[in-house]
Nanobody, 125 residues
Framework: QVQLVESGGGLVQAGGSLRLTCAGSGATFSNYAMGWFRQAPGKEREFVARISWRGGSTYYADSVKGRFTISRDNAKNTVYLQMNSLKSEDTAVYYC??????????????????WGQGTQVTVSS
């Protein structure tokens, strides 16, 4: 099993930046592809970004492409989401998730095996 803990959320003005961190423990972190998802009030959880197990491939939702960057440090069992040029519509609870399918593009939350508890990001306009 993998335990995941997100941090780094908060309140930021539109146009600002935040970096989210997801720390993993309990299993070999590098065996998993990692994803970030988000859920806004009254909306379904949606895919944000994904990174393959070695970090060689990344995938982004169109809504964040060019503004967000996903990265990982397997030596630290950590995955990051750098969020720049934030917009009010980025306001949501952000979750990291681990997928035992280590490579390829997977954007459905049903494909991920383990989840963190989430961290709130609020962007004020």
């Amino acid at each position: 099993q993998v335990q995941l803990v997100e941090s780094g959320g908060g309140l930021v003005q539109a146009g600002g930046s935040l970096r989210l961190t997801c720390a993993g423990s309990g299993a070999t972190f590098s065996n998993y592809a990692m994803g970030w998802f988000r859920q806004a009030p009254g909306k379904e959880r949606e895919f944000v970004a994904r990174i393959s197990w070695r970090g060689g491939s990344t995938y982004y939702a169109d809504s964040v492409k060019g503004r967000f960057t996903i990265s990982r440090d397997n030596a630290k069992n950590t995955v990051y989401l750098q969020m720049n040029s934030l917009k009010s519509e980025d306001t949501a609870v952000y979750y990291c998730a681990a997928d035992s399918k280590r490579a390829g593009d997977s954007r459905s939350d049903t494909k991920y095996d383990y989840w963190g508890q989430g961290t709130q990001v609020t962007v004020s306009s």
